[in-house]
């Protein structure tokens, strides 16, 4: 479909396993956020690319989050060193462009688990 | 970007409207709402957005107070797949990387 593709859809791995998170955004959509959604709760932003530029990461919680876009298109959130507070669903959502009030597109997310 | 406040839960009858409401007491003259909804198990989904004339799309009509202190989001005829959480966000248009900033949201359930 023309949507915002994640993937995996599910994760499961053990407590200080590394894992990786990826984004297809919709085909020509300049912006892309991250965001993090715990059990019950609104989604809560990570980090912003404009294009490859990371231009926000504000909202990653610690040095143990990376993400990357490095041709402005599909983008990767890493996970360090997993700690049992880093489940939650994480969320994509991409617009096309940056300075209007086009809005922003979720995928359905990837359902992080750390046993 | 200015805060929302929303009822946590409200009930709504199939085929009948519904009405949502939202308070942004504080909005600035810049910011625009925006309503979102999450479905179970789904991402948020884009319902309609406004600054402070009303809007309509085929999925729904924002109204917005002439003070735009608060908004109200209107699902003409719930039907069972719009048992959702209904989020109202505000937010500045025009500024480079303006993440979306999510309350509590209002969880709502349409009933046969």
């Known amino acids: 479909g023309a949507g915002v593709s994640q993937s995996p859809r599910y994760k499961v791995a053990k407590r200080g396993q590394d894992v990786a998170l990826r984004c297809d955004p919709i085909s020509g959509h300049v912006s892309l956020f991250w965001y993090q959604q715990a059990l019950g709760q609104g989604p809560e932003f990570l980090t912003y690319?404009?294009?490859?530029?990371?231009?926000?990461k504000s909202g990653l919680p610690s040095d143990r989050f990376f993400a990357e876009r490095p041709e402005g298109s599909v983008s990767t959130l890493k996970i360090q060193r997993t700690q049992q507070e880093d489940s939650a669903v994480y969320l994509c959502?991409?617009?096309?462009?940056?300075?209007?009030?086009?809005?922003?597109?979720f995928g359905d997310g990837t359902r992080l688990s750390i046993l | 970007d200015a805060k929302t406040t929303q009822p946590p839960s409200m009930d709504c009858a199939e085929g009948r409207a519904a009405n949502l409401p939202c308070n942004h007491s504080?909005?600035?003259?810049?910011?625009?709402v925006y309503w979102y909804r999450q479905i179970h198990s789904q991402g948020p989904q884009y319902i309609i957005h406004g600054l402070k004339n009303n809007e309509t799309n085929e999925m729904a009509s924002l109204i917005i107070t002439e003070d735009r202190k608060s908004s109200t989001l209107i699902l003409p005829h719930a039907t069972l797949r719009d048992t959702a959480v209904y989020y109202c966000i505000v937010r500045v248009a025009g500024a480079a990387g303006n993440k979306l900033t999510f309350g509590g949201g209002t969880r709502v359930l349409v009933k046969p």
């Open positions: 690319f404009q294009n490859e530029a990371q231009l926000d």
């Open positions: 504080t909005i600035s003259g810049n910011e625009y």
């Open positions: 959502a991409s617009s096309l462009e940056d300075w209007s009030n086009q809005p922003q597109h």
